[in-house]
């Protein structure tokens, strides 16, 4: 019962086998469990964390409750992967089991250095009276995974309330450069700029950032920013947005990015165009980027927002990761693209027809789609969700799922269309989940979304093809 609240603080080594068993069993056997995105194997996921392509490898952390779906201890997993099609476990990388992250090791990024990988993340600690204190820390992972604990890096500034955490970390020339996402004393989102010499040193406050935003919030999570050429982007995770027309910020909570000049260390500022919201999607949340080895900037994200209770709860698991994307600036906006890599996971080939029978329901589309068209995807008592175009707009559409769920934030969204005329939009499904790139990535929804037994897929005004994706060859 984790209405209880004591009982969201259980750790994992307290609880029977048995119990750890049987919410595997249920996690495992729900039909909306995915196949080759990155999911509990029970419990809930939320943030991707520390991000990193490290010793020949992708490493993959994410925040995880492993006892149920629900916001409880919050541990570090880890995975790495050198494909993406293929990935190796290593379990859980950060216990909270120490006096400054005894109720949580939240969100953070890593550096890699040489063989160490340096993971910088929020210790989250709560008093009797159940008010918290987060502080920065650092834990360095070795070879073999082996894990050191150099304990606090920072604590709360005065500037700052006690929602303080988050840190992204970035190297620039000879020094390093830690954001921390909080909520001022005054009430409004905000970022908080230090600086190191060394990658375990001394990270000095130098103060909180201005980034051209007034109204933006009551606080700002999941800051990741980086540097390209000359170049500064800012992704982050704000909350208490919201608008009145009715393609912007209709989440409980949104991702925006801003492109600008690179943040200066001196004055604490970041100039910068505007404020973009990232993904038009339904659940999408707290991404973060790394350089992988090809120099391309890979982002992933978490695909689910928090307040919202999703319908395969009861079966003791919530969310997944979203697929890795590689982004790119073009034309003063950030673009998505599907990783190539997930090219290796196409099995069979089938071309696409008014009326398509799915024979499983893990599968990309590659749609040429007209300005009006098109999709529905359903099951055979007529439960859908829809995608379509009135050729200015997109709109997806969750009203009529066999599963509905968050009403209360609304069932469709829709996004301005950027490019109009025919072009082809690529949409990743693996049971649940629904990624759409459309507008040569410079518009992205990712959803959940419920259809039992899904089985058929409606199109009108498009061409193309369907890959049956499998990582089991
Ligand atoms: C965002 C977040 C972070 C925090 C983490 C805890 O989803 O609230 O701010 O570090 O989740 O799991």
Request: net charge negative.
């Amino acid at each position: 019962d984790f209405d209880n609240r004591r009982n969201r603080f259980i750790k994992i080594e307290d609880v029977p086998d048995s119990y750890m068993r049987e919410i595997k069993k249920k996690t495992l056997s729900d039909e909306y469990y995915p196949r080759y995105h990155v999911a509990p194997k029970h419990g809930l996921l939320n943030d991707p964390n520390g991000l990193a392509y490290h010793n020949g490898e992708h490493h993959i952390f994410y925040q995880w409750f492993p006892l149920g779906p629900v916001h409880g201890l919050k541990y570090w997993y880890h995975l790495s992967t050198k494909d993406f099609v293929d990935y190796t476990d290593h379990g859980i990388a950060l216990y909270p089991d120490e006096d400054f992250d005894s109720h949580g090791c939240y969100s953070g990024s890593a550096v890699s250095v040489d063989e160490d990988l340096y993971l910088f993340y929020t210790g989250n600690k709560m008093l009797e009276d159940h008010t918290f204190i987060q502080s920065q820390c650092l834990a360095v992972m070795g070879n073999n995974n082996s894990m050191i604990k150099k304990g606090v890096i920072a604590n709360t500034p005065a500037d700052f309330t006690h929602d303080f955490r988050d840190p992204s970390v970035i190297k620039r020339d000879d020094k390093l450069m830690m954001f921390v996402g909080g909520k001022t004393i005054e009430g409004d989102g905000a970022l908080a700029l230090y600086v190191s010499d060394t990658v375990e040193g001394d990270f000095k406050y130098q103060g909180k950032i201005d980034a051209q935003a007034e109204d933006f919030g009551y606080m700002w999570e999941c800051p990741s920013y980086y540097e390209e050429k000359d170049q500064g982007v800012l992704i982050l995770s704000p909350q208490g947005i919201s608008s009145q027309n009715k393609y912007d910020y209709k989440n409980v909570f949104s991702v925006v990015y801003a492109i600008g000049d690179k943040v200066d260390v001196n004055q604490q500022t970041f100039t910068h165009g505007g404020f973009i919201e990232m993904d038009k999607g339904f659940d999408f949340y707290a991404p973060q980027t790394y350089l992988d080895h090809q120099g391309r900037r890979i982002m992933l994200g978490w695909l689910g927002n928090s307040k919202s209770k999703y319908p395969t709860d009861k079966n003791g698991w919530a969310h997944m990761l979203t697929i890795p994307r590689e982004i790119m600036i073009k034309n003063d906006t950030l673009r998505q693209r599907p990783l190539a890599e997930l090219k290796a996971l196409r099995t069979e080939k089938q071309a696409l027809h008014q009326t398509n029978y799915l024979t499983s329901k893990a599968f990309e589309l590659v749609c040429d789609v007209e300005d009006v068209f098109q999709l529905s995807f359903e099951n055979d008592k007529g439960d859908h969700i829809t995608f379509s175009s009135d050729g200015m707009a997109y709109c997806l559409d969750r009203t009529h799922m066999s599963e509905v769920y968050a009403e209360k934030f609304g069932t469709v969204r829709y996004a301005k269309r950027k490019i109009q005329k025919n072009h082809t939009i690529r949409i990743f499904v693996d049971h649940s989940s629904m990624e759409i790139f459309c507008d040569d990535g410079e518009t992205v929804l990712t959803s959940r979304f419920f259809i039992h037994q899904l089985s058929l897929l409606k199109i009108e005004n498009i061409t193309g093809n369907l890959y049956y994706l499998s990582n089991i060859k």
